[in-house]
């Protein structure tokens, strides 16, 4: 007895050795970088050229049939004029008549362009919010230090500061050796199909293979929505894919004075309920764990010691982190049941009847896998599984973390933004970048600016701004790194 409590006594004072050391060496390797002084820009102009862009009612809709083209070709038409210096030094091409891509010939003709993207459609407002907006959606108001309208956080703002950028690095003089193009498509949150992937379309049958994509979907998270509460810069390396299931039952209808066990509709409910109890399983391989991997180091102690053990901790970790939606997004490929038709009348039993089920698909997963799943678990041949739409994509592949691309965007973050963590991340949305998967060797997914917990809820919703220091610092980020990426 004697010995067998003292072998558990040694194999537990062992555990904790391993425990403590994989926690002592769970570090961070923090780069050193002198910051950088932002570049003087004109400020007063610039916010001036924002608050109008934000005016074009660039709206896009899923119906192509329902854009309103003359906007776009009305801001195409103010572009040239409030960014004249940019329209005479650089091309530009109007791709698929409605959007644009800039090019400005680099020095160096070995090196690959770097491709920044933003997009000129903007969501709509929903119907009966309007007056709930502080100022106007689309009046593009500066006031109380913000700039307000559709557009300001997604993602008009971008494309402007880009060609701010533009605009002052030619009136400095400055060459790129790297060319530098801009993509801006004109659907983006509507697939991009149209914009981006036609944009894509031309860069591939021009024999040109960008070095680099930057695009929206990640930023500087606050302490308060930082898991390690400290301002956090995310580059998204890559994004879920997306597939929307359809699952449909087929019944002898009647009367419901007379309805059988099992009806169109139970068939139809229970299918899907076994799909939500029976999520696609959760998992920290790839970007989730890289994330960890980075942020780890940073968290409070107990967390510390959690992460650094993940080889002990795993299911736990997993087990708190599929609490929250947000966090639960990022290790599993979700299950969101959107849509169920089916009846037409209270005492008449339907015969049809379908559900919509839409996957968010985690990287390492694929839509032939969500599909296998959904067989799997609905396991009732009466309901018939087909994929919906033209909308289905795979995850994007993981871009690399050892490019000059990557190397050039967290060399200037350090120099914009002093000591901000930066970690690679996962987006769980979509982007335009998934329409250049093929095109360009890296796809990285990051915006310069500070988001809250406040600010996630302007997005696409009621009283989007953006802080008009934050936009200048955004232009002041693009100038940097543009001389990072295609400088001497
Ligand atoms: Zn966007």
């Known amino acids: 007895m004697k010995k067998i409590l003292a072998i558990i006594g040694l194999i537990f004072v062992g555990l904790l050795l391993v425990i403590t050391v994989n926690t002592l060496l769970f570090t961070s390797d923090k780069a050193v970088v002198e910051a950088a002084v932002p570049a003087k820009i004109d400020?007063?102009?610039?916010?001036?050229?924002?608050?109008?862009?934000?005016?074009?009612?660039?709206?896009?809709?899923?119906?192509?049939?329902?854009?309103?083209?003359?906007?776009?070709?009305?801001?195409?038409?103010?572009?040239?004029?409030?960014?004249?210096?940019?329209?005479?030094?650089?091309?530009?091409y109007v791709i698929n008549k409605h959007s644009l891509l800039y090019e400005w010939k680099g020095s160096d003709e070995s090196?690959?362009?770097?491709?920044?993207?933003?997009?000129?459609?903007?969501?709509?407002?929903?119907?009966?919010?309007?007056?709930?907006?502080?100022?106007?959606?689309?009046?593009?108001?500066?006031?109380?230090?913000?700039?307000?309208?559709?557009?300001?956080?997604?993602?008009k703002s971008v494309l402007t500061a880009l060609l701010e950028t533009s605009e002052f690095l030619v009136k400095e003089g400055f060459k790129p050796k790297r060319t530098i193009c801009f993509a801006f498509g004109?659907?983006?949150?509507?697939?991009?199909?149209?914009?981006?992937?036609?944009?894509?379309?031309?860069?591939?049958?021009?024999?040109?293979?960008?070095?680099?994509?930057?695009?929206?979907?990640?930023?500087?998270?606050?302490?308060?929505?930082?898991?390690?509460?400290?301002?956090?810069?995310?580059?998204?390396?890559?994004?879920?894919?997306?597939?929307?299931?359809?699952?449909?039952?087929?019944?002898?209808?009647?009367?419901s004075s007379m309805p059988p066990l099992e009806t169109t509709l139970g068939i139809l409910t229970d299918a899907v309920s076994r799909l939500e109890k029976n999520q696609m399983p959760a998992s920290l391989k790839g970007v989730a764990g890289q994330l960890f991997d980075t942020i780890g180091p940073d968290m409070p102690f107990i967390q510390k010691v959690i992460f650094a053990n993940r080889w002990l901790t795993e299911g736990l970790v997993l087990s708190q982190l599929e609490k929250s939606n947000g966090t639960n997004a990022m290790i599993r490929t979700t299950t969101a049941p959107t849509v169920i038709r089916g009846g037409v009348q209270d005492n008449v039993l339907p015969t049809k009847a379908y559900a919509l089920v839409?996957?968010?698909?985690?990287?390492?997963?694929?839509?032939?896998?969500?599909?296998?799943?959904?067989?799997?678990?609905?396991?009732?041949?009466?309901?018939?599984?087909?994929?919906?739409?033209e909308t289905a994509s795979n995850p994007a592949p993981v871009s690399?973390?050892?490019?000059?691309?990557?190397?050039?965007?967290?060399?200037?973050?350090?120099?914009?933004?002093?000591?901000?963590?930066?970690?690679?991340?996962?987006?769980?949305?979509?982007?335009?970048?998934?329409?250049?998967?093929?095109?360009?060797?890296?796809?990285?997914?990051?915006?310069?600016?500070v988001y809250g917990p406040e600010d996630t809820k302007r997005l696409h919703g009621t009283n989007e701004r953006i802080a008009v220091d934050a936009y200048i610092k955004m232009i002041q980020f693009y100038i940097r790194l543009m001389k990072n990426a295609s400088g001497v």
């Open 186 to 255: 004109h659907d983006e949150e509507v697939s991009g199909k149209h914009g981006a992937g036609k944009i894509a379309e031309y860069l591939k049958t021009n024999g040109i293979r960008p070095a680099f994509t930057l695009d929206e979907g990640m930023m500087i998270l606050d302490e308060r929505l930082s898991p390690t509460k400290k301002p956090l810069a995310v580059i998204g390396l890559t994004e879920k894919g997306f597939v929307t299931l359809k699952f449909s039952v087929e019944s002898e209808g009647g009367h």
């Open 400 to 449: 690399s973390m050892d490019s000059k691309g990557y190397a050039a965007i967290t060399k200037t973050i350090n120099e914009m933004f002093p000591g901000v963590s930066i970690t690679p991340g996962l987006v769980v949305g979509g982007t335009d970048s998934k329409n250049y998967i093929g095109v360009v060797d890296n796809s990285y997914r990051y915006l310069p600016v």
């Open 358 to 389: 839409n996957f968010r698909i985690l990287p390492g997963d694929t839509v032939k896998d969500v599909l296998a799943h959904a067989i799997k678990v609905v396991e009732d041949p009466r309901v018939t599984i087909e994929i919906h739409g």
């Open 43 to 92: 400020q007063d102009s610039a916010i001036k050229r924002l608050s109008r862009a934000i005016q074009f009612k660039t709206i896009s809709h899923n119906d192509p049939e329902d854009f309103d083209y003359n906007e776009f070709l009305k801001f195409h038409d103010y572009l040239e004029k409030a960014f004249p210096i940019t329209h005479q030094n650089l091309k530009r």
């Open 111 to 155: 090196l690959q362009p770097a491709v920044y993207l933003a997009h000129i459609d903007v969501v709509p407002v929903e119907p009966g919010t309007e007056k709930e907006w502080s100022y106007e959606a689309f009046s593009g108001e500066v006031a109380e230090g913000y700039i307000w309208g559709r557009g300001t956080m997604d993602v």
